[in-house]
């Protein structure tokens, strides 16, 4: 398989499986049961993969992990929004 396919299927699986949660908070708007401290690290740790996508060019990574930032970043922000 090439690398750069690996990447995108990576990139697709890992990205696919925010949807559901992504879906089901929008539509509850319920985030009691999700960790404030681990929203806020994995969206910082999500930004910076996306900022070494971009540095070393690579557009799995930067497709990925732009999608996932936003999904990741509109959960935490109606997590801050639940406070």
Request: avoid cysteine; charged fraction near 10%; glycine fraction near 4%.
């Amino acid at each position: 398989m090439h690398i750069e396919i690996m990447g995108y299927v990576a990139a697709f699986l890992t990205t696919a499986a925010f949807f559901p949660q992504t879906y089901q908070t929008i539509k509850t708007r319920d985030t009691k049961a999700i960790s404030l401290a681990m929203y806020v690290l994995f969206t910082l740790g999500i930004a910076l993969w996306l900022a070494y996508g971009i540095l070393i060019e690579s557009l799995p990574l930067i497709f990925a992990n732009a999608i996932t930032f936003v999904m990741a970043g509109t959960i935490l922000v109606l997590k801050l929004k639940e406070r």
